[in-house]
């Protein structure tokens, strides 16, 4: 209320207050009093509410007397009777909350003393605005905090009372809380939940708001402190982690970093990470750092098991809320496997005469690595007749490329060697052994183009004459020769009965004793066969030379040896010195020197008359022929070969000195006990003389033809012809070729003498027909038994030297 409000109700209330004190005690007065007047405020009139005059009241000393209390709140203005505010009146203070608040004085005045009360009745005024306790509220909050949670503000304070405190507050407009006043209790309503991780604190202003007029507040601000409550998983960058990991990385390499962030804070928002389910396998592969999130190596990274790993990962906080995400390590392949050679079939061993192109092996090459890493080149080496030829993906075919020959080559060995297309290349190598199985493609080959074996004759059954050797560089049975003879003839028998040939050595024995004069040289043909199938050979020509031994004493022909014939010469009385009286004729069967005779006169009845040729056997007179000589001369001629031991023969020559055969009338005394009567010997006798014109009209036809036949061969000077037909059968011929002639052609030789013409009449006969096993052993007498005749005329001209043959 105004001061000139009061002004002008003062005195009516003035008037009032003195009927009422005058009424009451000599009169109470009462004055309802603003607080907070000014001082000086004239509250009432006193003079007048008592009705006394200024001056009684200056003379009676009236005066306010405040019982108890220091404090004067008013006093007394004399001069117009005015009761003035003298000091500041604080309802609050002096009243508190109480909804009256009365102050009461005593009006003194003396003379006489009267007492006067005087009550104020001090009235509010709204000068006090809403307090409150603390200029900052602060609170703490758990964002968990559900809606609905009430939260006590302590109220606002104001010392005003009525309608001057506090009416009503005002909240601060936000998110979250909403204010609910009742009864004057204040709470802040949640009204939306909390989010540290959003606002973790947030300031409210409160206003509280009085409802005096003016009207006045008071505010706070409300300081609330999110408190975290663990309300947020760990969440993972991403979904998926991908990384890539060469094989064989080392231990401890760094593959992926997961990592997930909680916003939650403290121990709620301390995330640690571990690996979800896992094989047991994986476990050892892969570690994964608990604070950090790093992916290590822990194992052996191999491609070729693994490609690939995914795992989950685990992320947990403090409290326990745990999320996942997805790691997915591809890991990349390293070229760090060799390419590996698999033989697959092999033929083994190969026949030689496989032809070209034949498949001998199936070869496979594998490579664990991948892509280029296991893309393989195979090859082998380039000496051997094999090649590989690529088939389907990683096979090879081996196959020939040449001939085969296990004579040659008959091991290979063959290297294979396989290398990969990684960086650096890696490569491998195998070697197949093969072999080469034999083909009996080679016969037996003798070492020479033919054998020549010589040997003496009469060598012992059995011995061995050479051997012959073959070669086959076949396998085994393939390459075993076998030696045999080749049947064939020899000399009318069969070969096997002259050699024979040791099969497995190839040494040739003889069977049989050779003998020179029979056979010289003969030729077999040896065969070397393998044992193969089909068997093999060749055959080779062996020489069997047989070489003379002196083993035939020489033979004397004529004379003819004593005994069977009786031959007697008759030599003109009138010969001189120097004539051929007869000639000694021996052959020798052997050959060479073995056949080379001498003549030597070993006795003789007169030595010095007569002599022989040592080579040509004649003997002749050594001088002329004297009447003293005796006529019948006797002479032992012995023939010697040259051989070694040489062998002989001896002769007697008889010698009848006469011109006439009449004139030997002892010449039955010479002859030995012979049954030849005379009568014979005229017959003969008459028998040459008829022959002679035969005899002589052949002889000019024979010799027209001879003397056109090649010149005879004559064994002496050409006074005795010596036949041919003397020969033995198989007497070789001594012409040096040393070849054996079958068949001997006896030719009937004409020499002429010097002073003899000699006929000498033989046969032929093919030595063929004698038995292979007869031999030249003849005696004397078998000469006799001969059907063939051997006549020997000789017709002395002058002279005739006759020959008496029986
Ligand atoms: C093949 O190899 C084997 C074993 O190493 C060896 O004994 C043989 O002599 C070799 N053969 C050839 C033909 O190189
Ligand atoms: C000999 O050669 C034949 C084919 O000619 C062959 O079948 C056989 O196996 C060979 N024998 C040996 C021992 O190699
Ligand atoms: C060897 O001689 C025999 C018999 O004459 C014949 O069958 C064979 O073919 C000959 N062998 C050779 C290699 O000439």
Known sequence: MGDKGLSALRPIFCFLSFILTLHLVHGELSYSVPEEMKRGSVIGNIAKDLGVDLRTLSSRQARVDFEGSSKRYCDINLNTGDLIAAERIDRESLCGKKPSCVLKVDLVLENPLELHRVTFHIQDINDNSPEFNDGLIEMEITESAEKGTRFSIEEAHDADIGQNTVQRYNLQKNDNFILSVDNNKVELVLETKLDREKQNELSLLLTALDGGSPQRSGSVVIHITVLDANDNAPVFSQAVYKASLPENSPLDTVVVTVSATDADEGVNGAVTYQFG???????????????????????????????????????????????????????????????????????????????????????????????????????????????????????????????????????????????????????????????????????????????????????????????????????????????????????????????????????????????????????????????????????????????????????ILYPAPEGNSFMTELVPKAAHGGSLVSKVIAVD??????????????????????????????????????????????????????????????????????????????????????????????????LVSVSTFFLTFIIIILGVRFCRRRKPRLLFDGAVAIPSAYLPPNYADVDGTGTLRSTYNYDAYLTTGSRTSDFKFVTSYNDNTLPADQTLKKSPSDFAEVRSLLFSFSFPLPKPLFTKHL
């Open 589 to 686: 069967a052997d050959s060479g020197q073995n056949a080379w005779l001498s003549y030597h006169i070993v006795k003789s009845t007169d030595p010095g008359l007569f002599s022989i040729g040592v080579h040509s056997g004649e003997i002749r007179t050594q001088r002329d022929i004297s009447e003293s000589d005796s006529m019948k001369q006797n002479l032992i001629v012995a023939v010697k070969d040259n051989g070694q031991p040489s062998l002989s023969a001896t002769c007697s020559v008889y010698l009848l000195i006469s011109d006439n055969l009449a004139e030997v009338p002892e010449l039955k005394d010479i002859s030995y006990d012979e049954k030849n009567s005379k009568l014979t010997s005229y017959l003969i006798i008459a």
């Open 277 to 555: 389910h896992v094989s047991d396998d994986d476990m050892n592969i892969f570690s994964i750092d608990p604070k950090t999130g790093e992916i290590r190596v822990k194992g052996v990274i191999d491609f070729e098991e693994r490609s690939s790993f995914e795992t989950r990962v685990k992320a947990k906080d403090g409290l326990g809320l745990t999320s996942y995400s997805k790691v997915v390590i591809d890991v990349t392949d390293i070229n760090d496997n060799a390419p590996v050679i698999y033989v697959k079939s092999l033929t083994n061993p190969i026949p030689e005469n496989v032809s070209p192109g034949t498949e001998v092996g199936i070869i496979n090459v594998q490579d664990r690595d991948s892509e280029s890493n296991r893309q393989v080149r195979c090859s082998i080496q380039q000496n051997v007749p094999f090649k590989l030829v690529p088939s389907i993906k990683n096979y090879y075919s081996l196959v020939t490329t040449g001939q085969l020959d296990r004579e040659l080559v008959s091991d290979y060995n063959i290297t294979i060697t396989a290398t990969d297309e990684g960086s650096p290349p890696l490569s491998s190598s195998k070697t197949v052994e093969l072999s080469v199985a034999d083909i009996n493609d080679n016969p037996p080959e003798f070492e020479e183009q033919s054998y020549s074996a010589y040997v003496s004759e009469n060598n012992k059954p059995g011995s061995t004459l050479c051997s012959v050797s073959a070669a086959d560089p076949d396998w085994r049975q393939n390459g075993t020769v076998i030696y045999s003879l080749l049947p064939a003839e020899v000399n009318g028998a069969q070969v096997s009965s002259y050699v024979s040939v040791n099969g497995d050595t190839g040494v040739i024995h003889a069977v049989r004793s050779f003998d020179y004069e029979q056979l010289r040289s003969f030729k077999v043909q040896v065969m070397a066969r393998d044992n193969g199938s089909p068997p093999l050979s060749s055959n080779v020509t062996v020489s069997v030379f047989i070489s003379d031994v002196n083993d035939n004493s020489p033979q």
